[in-house]
Antibody
């Protein structure tokens, strides 16, 4: 069974940093591109970032460029999102997604709250 | 960036009704559209990829169509478990973008 389990969500002060993780199991992690998507409480879905299978290609939403870094460790079947200079508008559930030609599998999400 | 406009933002329907949700992209995205269902307090679930390909385990009352800029998600006969919020997404090229969502409520 495919499983994506996010962790690391926390309450952080504005300007702070946080790294969230996604542990993958039940499939060959190295064979899939991976994404982070977020959802502010009560709001819609917002794509954040993607990384290719071998980490050679990454993309980011404009508002997080230069602040967030996506990475993966295929030896540990894990995906990461390093978030720096956090803003209140980054408060959201962060979901890890596996993608294969537009077919997605979602994790359950981890909550990041940016508040003083 | 490619903008995706989804409508209606909400609708009320009865059990057994046929429901159609539309997404329009600001430029040609071929068939690179996915549809998702989200229930309150839960992670989204994938329904359709490539505009019309049903994901494994998704009931056949769900269907998708369209190509280019205009896409639709149709539920042929609304069931109690279908009351949820639905989102489209273009994945033609980054940044990937979602529609604003359609909340399907009970009439």
């Amino acid at each position: 069974e495919v499983q994506l389990v996010e962790s690391g969500g926390a309450v952080v002060q504005p300007g702070g940093s946080l790294r969230i993780s996604c542990a993958a199991s039940g499939f060959s992690f190295k064979d899939y591109a991976m994404h982070w998507v977020r959802q502010a409480p009560g709001k819609g879905l917002e794509w954040v970032s993607l990384i290719s299978r071998d980490s050679s290609i990454t993309y980011y939403k404009d508002s997080v460029k230069g602040r967030f870094t996506i990475s993966r460790d295929n030896s540990k079947d894990s995906l990461y999102l390093q978030m720096n200079s956090l803003r209140t508008e980054d408060t959201a559930f962060y979901y890890c997604l596996r993608e294969y030609y537009g077919q997605y599998h979602w994790g359950q999400g981890t909550l990041v709250t940016v508040s003083s | 960036d490619i903008q995706v406009t989804q409508y209606p933002s909400s609708l009320s329907a009865s059990l057994g009704d046929r429901v159609t949700i539309t997404c329009r992209a600001s430029q040609n995205i071929n068939d690179n559209v996915a549809w998702f269902q989200q229930k309150p307090g839960k992670a989204p679930k994938s329904l359709i990829s490539a505009a019309s390909s049903l994901q494994s385990g998704v009931p056949s009352r769900f269907s998708g169509s369209g190509s280019g800029t205009d896409f639709t998600l149709t539920i042929s006969s609304l069931q109690p478990e279908d009351f949820a919020t639905y989102y489209c997404q273009q994945y033609n090229r980054p940044p990937l973008t979602f529609g604003g969502g359609t909340k399907v409520e009970i009439k």
